[in-house]
């Protein structure tokens, strides 16, 4: 997140006037474990308050499997509870998650059927495919690069990326998802794959990016990160959150 969605954003100011500053607030966690996890989400609520301090316009809750871990649909609940923390603080502002960011994401593209690479342990893994299932996504197959570290996961080759997504079984998905994981650095393959696969394919930080822009009200376009945000659907409708206190 604090690598990929700035290097959207900056794409974008080559072809558009508007400007970004990037903030951050962290959660901590080492390995990615279920425990790890809940404690991490549990933090969200501080970082979310921090955050809103410096009055941002948007929120980008940055662990996709964080949120799919605490159950199915659970990104709602956090994008709702996020921005209410927002507005208790005199400064509101739409919150986005990786999680619903992919599940709209790939609802944007029409994607019904996908194929999908996570650096997750094999039963993570199968928590994002189930939490993607519920949403109407159907899961071809899937890669799990089992990487426990998080910092091992922020060091994996993205250059590995559209080999690995070639040996899955794609050829009747509508999309593909290069990086289940805001962690899993993926942008520089995202259109190499693209035209390796001959279909769009997307990672959570570009979803992400894209949510964050229509939740600015902003076009969602920027070069280099593929089909979703190549302007085919720069205005396509964001996810509108419940009133605070709603």
């Known amino acids: 997140m604090e690598t990929e969605v700035p290097a959207i954003l900056r794409a974008r100011e080559s072809i558009a006037p508007e400007r970004f500053t990037f903030h951050s607030s962290r959660m901590r ?4 474990t279920p425990e790890q ?8 609520d501080r970082c979310a308050v921090e955050l809103s301090d410096a009055h941002v316009d948007v929120l980008g809750y940055a662990c996709l ?11 709602r609940t956090a994008q709702d509870r996020l921005h209410q923390r927002t507005a208790e603080n005199g400064a509101p502002a739409p919150v986005v998650t990786s999680a619903g960011a992919l599940v709209h994401g790939l609802h944007t593209l029409g994607a019904k059927k996908i194929a999908l690479i996570a650096p997750y342990m094999r039963p993570l893994t199968k928590t994002v495919v189930d939490y993607l299932t519920h949403e109407g ?13 998080n910092l091992d996961v922020a060091a994996h080759d993205p250059a590995r990326l559209p080999g690995l997504a070639k040996a899955l079984n794609h050829s009747d998905a509508d999309a593909v998802v ?8 993926s942008l520089g393959a995202i259109e190499e794959a693209e035209q390796l696969l001959g279909k769009p394919v997307v990672s959570a930080a570009v979803c992400t990016a894209h949510q964050m822009l229509r939740a600015l009200d902003l076009p969602a376009v920027a070069p280099g990160a593929g089909h ?14 419940s009133p605070a206190g709603g």
């Open 29 to 32: 966690m080492t390995h990615v």
């Open 137 to 149: 996504i159907e899961v071809l197959d899937y890669e799990a690069l089992e990487i426990p570290n």
């Open 178 to 185: 290069l990086s289940a994981c805001v962690q899993m650095p």
């Open 228 to 241: 979703l945000l190549s302007g085919a659907y720069a205005e396509a409708p964001p996810v509108r959150q």
């Open 37 to 44: 996890l809940r404690a991490m989400d549990a933090d969200s």
């Open 65 to 75: 499997v964080a949120i799919m871990s605490m159950g199915l649909g659970y990104h």
